[in-house]
């Protein structure tokens, strides 16, 4: 049963437009979520992270907004450049585990 | 900044062989996870440990076994190894308490032939 899940399994984005990428999960509980961007044959990389009491977090050309009502949150990158080609993962922070969502592979062009 | 170190990053081995993979966390954090990536799969959750004892268990196979030790490090110990075994192997470290951000090691890449 997938409780994080990354519905658009790619994306490609013109280089300087917005980049937004989705993640919808199950549970209400929730409550500290994460996105990590990822090469292949590399371990993830941390990118950004929110909590639930906030609905909005940003860093750099990086923002997570967080809808709990909708249990949905995005991640939004811009402006979008080349080396932002990768697999973006949304995770969420269980107690003692990372629930990863399904990937969304991100491809930004020229 | 130190970030989290596995090793070794490639091994390949034969069928019915022992590997085992290391991971050395960030200072100071205190848990521990590791994951597995077949090709084409996103990263399954086998194993956490949360102040040198098992927290948490996902989908390892009974061949493989894992510890935390007393200076924090983890080893995943893999036996009997078998073709679909093949994989990326990650683990992560963070606090149980304060900033919740995992950061992950590179990898290490476990071929089976």
């Known amino acids: 049963d997938q409780q994080v899940k990354q519905n658009s399994p790619s994306l490609s984005v013109q280089e300087g437009r917005i980049s937004i990428l989705n993640c919808d999960y199950t549970?209400?509980?929730?409550?500290?979520f994460l996105w990590y961007k990822k090469y292949p044959a590399e371990g993830p990389t941390f990118l950004i992270s929110?909590?639930?009491?906030?609905d909005k977090n940003e860093d750099g050309r990086f923002t997570v907004f967080l809808n709990k009502s909708a249990k949905h949150l995005s991640l939004h990158i811009v402006p979008s450049q080349p080396g932002d080609s990768a697999v973006y993962f949304c995770?969420?922070?269980?107690?003692?585990?990372?629930?990863f969502g399904t990937g969304t592979r991100l491809q930004v062009f020229p | 900044a130190a970030g989290v170190i596995q090793s070794p990053r490639h091994l390949i081995k034969e069928k019915r062989e022992t590997a085992t993979l290391k991971c050395y966390p960030i200072?100071?954090?205190?848990?521990v996870y590791w994951y597995q990536q077949g090709p084409g799969q996103d990263p399954q959750f086998l194993i956490s440990?949360?102040?040198?004892?098992?927290?948490d268990k996902g989908s390892i196979p009974d061949r493989f076994s894992a510890q935390q030790f007393s200076d924090y490090h983890s080893e995943l110990n893999m036996s009997s190894l078998e073709l679909g075994d093949s994989a990326l192997y990650f683990c992560?470290?963070?606090?149980?308490?304060?900033?919740?951000?995992?950061?992950f090691g590179q990898g290490t890449r476990l071929t089976v032939v």
């Open positions: 995770v969420i922070r269980g107690t003692d585990k990372l629930i």
């Open positions: 549970n209400s509980m929730f409550d500290y």
């Open positions: 992560a470290s963070s606090l149980r308490q304060g900033p919740l951000e995992a950061f």
């Open positions: 200072p100071r954090h205190d848990t």
């Open positions: 440990f949360y102040e040198k004892m098992q927290s």
């Open positions: 929110i909590s639930s009491i906030k």
